[in-house]
């Protein structure tokens, strides 16, 4: 069984940084793309950012283009999301994924499993 496991969210000033990290377990985390995706309240779930497999491909969604950037450790199995220049717009619920195939690129990722999500909010 897959487990994923969020933490690092918290409360942040506009203009702040926060790192929120993700930690698989259950699978061979090296061989799976991983993405983070954000539902604010009101909003349907929305993709934030993928990395492929190996760390050398990564895509952001515009909204967070240039101030948001996602990491992995195969040997921590473990993908991070470091949040700068955060704006009262990205207060949401983040939660990160698995891709549903092995060595996938992450430019067109297909979840399977799901964490349970960490809460990010930006006071302005």
């Known amino acids: 069984q897959v487990h994923l496991v969020e933490s690092g969210g918290g409360l942040a000033q506009a203009g702040g940084s926060l790192r929120v990290s993700c930690v698989a377990t259950?699978?061979?985390?090296?061989?799976?793309?991983m993405g983070w995706y954000r539902q604010a309240p009101g909003k349907e779930r929305e993709f934030v950012a993928t990395?492929?497999?190996?760390?050398?491909?990564?895509y952001y969604a515009d909204a967070v283009k240039g101030r948001f950037t996602i990491s992995r450790d195969n040997d921590a199995n473990t993908v991070y999301l470091g949040m700068h220049m955060l704006k009262p717009e990205d207060t949401a619920v983040y939660y990160c994924?698995?891709?549903?195939?092995?060595?996938?690129?992450?430019?067109?990722?297909?979840?399977?499993?799901w964490g349970q999500g960490t809460q990010v909010t930006v006071s302005s």
């Open positions: 994924a698995t891709e549903n195939r092995q060595y996938g690129l992450g430019s067109d990722m297909v979840t399977d499993y």
């Open positions: 259950g699978r061979v985390f090296s061989r799976y793309a």
């Open positions: 990395i492929n497999w190996s760390g050398a491909g990564t």
